[in-house]
């Protein structure tokens, strides 16, 4: 009965969806309060429907009800409690359930909280939520309906995916999805705005939030996912310009630049039609990476389908949301007032550019994704397009926008001193000199221009810091009104400082690694030894173990320094008969914020192992990078003049102002 309850609470959630889709629209047209407010009901009704059918799957995978064609496809009574959770979204049918769950998560959030929005305005919000939470129920319930039955029973389940069995996908899915499917938040307002043909200042106050929420768990998302293909799939890198990931990084560059963008235009009420034409683009990307994964186009440890009926019916819903919106945009986006002018020498000004590099930096990583994909379907010729099409694109936007970041919070709005702000980063180009003589000095091998590089990100993070001791006094008050000062600061002002100071740390551990990384490949026999980047590695022997449902081969390795024993490091090979498959559990020993990797190959006959062995100075700033940022987003989020659900006005709430 579980099995038919989460079934029928999805088509429930369906027919929920279907009026709150319709009927707030025709409250706004008719102006009828109560109609309008039907949307805030339904939308919680539908987020309890929904989160019910959810719960319903996710026993159905505890119990291990093998009756259901999901569980036994995706589960196996021996996996752990946490992978059977997590197997839940290991799969197409269950990950579209949560992908709608957290639809209806952020759509019942608005109407929670949302009570100081002008009533119409979120009744078309919640009604374009609606329209695509119905096309994607409609899309499980057809093609994917994760609560189908087997009509005999099977005794035990075919397991999920070894590479899937690991906690970093307790995290990385929900993560990734809380990012993608937050953008539909910004689409919404994007559209309700173009729908009512009205947008302000206080529009951008009310849609950054919930911009700035979904970015900081895209930006934790991308960065867990690239850390668990860099110690699970054992190979020993941490990103490889797959499509999928690729599919992730657009929303994200397109969402940046949709932050930036707001900010000029809740301050100067500038950029109105940009900000909304990023809205649409950035929750479009994000519907392309879902068709990407789930059409069958790709092959990929990302991708769940290959069946090419849900391909067709999910470009269909690209087709009609990013079609439909993009032609309401360019039927209305005339009639919005642009809203104030500035000097190209601004804040405004340094926004832009920050814009305009996000935006080409986008449509390189779509372009070089796409075309060898268009390319095969029309001329039937399969091309790769990887890493040196993607780093030779990236270096020449991403160098001249970090050399302009620490210049943007430095500059007054609507018309700045490039000459003031550039005397006020001379500390911090000075920093940034002397980082580069020090590498040149103490490097050997490498780039060339790998010191420059740590040069530029030092520069990004000290431009940071630069900022910070220009507000706050730094030097040139006392230590206490400096103090008073930092304290008096806008969260959202600390927020600015650690998401800059993140790209600067996540730059100079990608150079670092990808310029340093010193490896030793071979095979090896107990007793051998060896030696990479000054650390000598002894094979002590090889012994088997029985797992929950897998049978694994551990090896052990001490590693010395200097002839003193360090640690002992264990990597294993997986072997699960269920499903026939082999996966590398590499061994990881952390030393500062560089990392000695080891990861196994095959056995041969002869007892000796493959192994790989490397050595990654200053990796994990690469992931400390993510977070730093993502912190400095929750700061901003959590500031009073930016936080979700701020208290409602004493007055009647704020109309938004017709355009003129």
Known sequence: MIAEAGHYALVLALALALIQST????????????????AR??????????????????????????????????SHSLKPLIYKITGVWG?????????????????????????????????????????????????????SNPFLRIANPPIEGRDLNPVLQDIGLAVHPPMLYLGYVGFSISFSFAV????????DAAWARWVRPWTLLAWIFLTLGIAMGSYWAYYELGWGGWWFWDPVENASLMPWLAGTALLHSAVVMEKRNALKVWTILLSILTFSLSLLGTFL?????????????????????????????????????????????????????????????????????????????????????ITGDKISVGAPFFNLTFAPLFVPLMIAVPFGPLLAWKRGDLLGAAQRLVAAGVVALIAIALLWAWTLGGSTLAPLAIGLA???????????????????????????????????????????????????????????????IGSMKPHDTAHVAGYALTLDGVRQQQGPNFREMIAQFTVSLGGERLS????????????????????????????????????????????????????????????????????????????????????????????E
Not at 27 to 32: I, T
Not at 124 to 136: C, G, K, P, Y
Request: with cysteine; proline share 4%.
């Open 293 to 377: 994964v789930r059409s069958g186009v790709l092959t990929s440890v990302h991708a769940f389908a290959t069946d090419p009926t849900r391909g067709v019916f999910i470009l269909l819903i690209l087709c009609i949301f990013i079609g439909g919106s993009l032609s309401l945009y360019a039927w209305r986006a005339s009639a919005l007032k642009q809203g104030g002018l500035f000097a190209p020498i601004s804040r405004e000004g340094a926004l832009v550019l920050n814009n305009l590099f996000l935006t080409t930096a986008c449509a390189t990583v779509f372009i070089g994704t796409l075309y060898p994909l268009a390319l095969e379907v």
């Open 192 to 199: 309700a705005a173009l729908l009512e043909g009205r947008i």
């Open 41 to 74: 009901s339904t939308a919680l009704a539908q987020l309890l429907f929904v989160g019910g059918s959810f719960a319903a799957l996710v026993t159905l995978h505890v119990t291990s009800d093998f009756s259901v064609v999901n569980v036994f496809e995706n």
């Open 458 to 520: 030092v520069f990004v993070i000290a431009g940071a810091l630069s900022d910070l001791a220009e507000r706050t006094g730094l030097f040139r008050l006392p230590f206490g009104t400096t103090l008073r000062r930092a304290r008096g600061l806008p969260r959202s002002s600390w927020g600015t400082v650690f998401a800059h100071a993140g790209v600067g740390v996540a730059l100079i551990g990608i150079v670092c690694e990808t310029t340093w990384n010193t490896e030793y």
């Open 568 to 659: 002992v490091m264990t990597p294993s090979k997986r072997n699960f008969t269920t499903r026939g498959s082999t996966t590398t559990e590499a061994a990881l020993l952390t030393r500062g914020a560089s990392q000695l990797y080891i990861s196994l190959g095959e056995t041969a006959a002869d007892g000796e192992v493959a192994v790989r062995i490397y050595h990654k100075p200053m990796v994990l700033l690469i992931w400390f990078g993510p977070v730093l940022m993502a912190f400095g987003g929750m700061l901003s989020l959590s500031d009073r003049r930016l936080r979700v659900g701020a208290p409602k006005p004493a007055r009647a709430p704020r109309q938004l102002q017709p355009a």
């Open 91 to 143: 799969n197409h049918e269950g990950s579209m359930l949560l992908w709608v769950s957290i639809l209806a998560l952020f759509g019942g959030l608005v109407a929670a909280f949302g009570n100081n929005l002008p009533l119409s305005l979120r009744a078309h919000v919640l009604a374009v939520q609606a329209w695509i939470a119905s096309a994607f129920y409609l899309f499980i319930l057809i093609t």
């Open 23 to 38: 009927v707030p629209i025709l409250g706004a047209r008719w102006h009828d309060p109560a109609l309008m407010n039907v």
